[in-house]
């Protein structure tokens, strides 16, 4: 089963938070109605999908966000530029 890493924020340059899933849609629209209210990504009303990138299991895409959480923020930055430049929320996109 195919697994995401995925990258939200609040706004341009704002607030990051990285997860992962193995149902990307549902869990955006998650984050956007705040299904989990006393969360980070609620508090910080992180609610864009600004990056994502599909594995094909649990275990890659798991070793892959703890290998981004500790990466540098401009690091992050730099990945969503390259793909996404203008932070486009790519919600919407998704099948």
Not at 32 to 61: G, I, Q, R
């Amino acid at each position: 089963m195919k697994h995401y890493v995925y990258i939200i924020t609040n706004k341009l340059k704002g607030v990051l938070y990285i997860g992962e899933t193995g149902r990307l849609k549902i869990r955006i629209y998650q984050h956007k109605t705040k299904a989990h209210p006393n969360t980070f990504s609620a508090k910080y009303n992180l609610d864009k999908l600004v990056y994502f990138e599909e594995f094909e299991n649990e275990t890659e895409a798991k070793l892959k966000e703890k290998q981004m959480k500790k990466w540098y923020r401009a690091w992050k930055v730099e990945l969503i530029e390259r793909l996404n430049p203008y932070w486009k929320d790519l919600y919407e996109e998704l099948k």
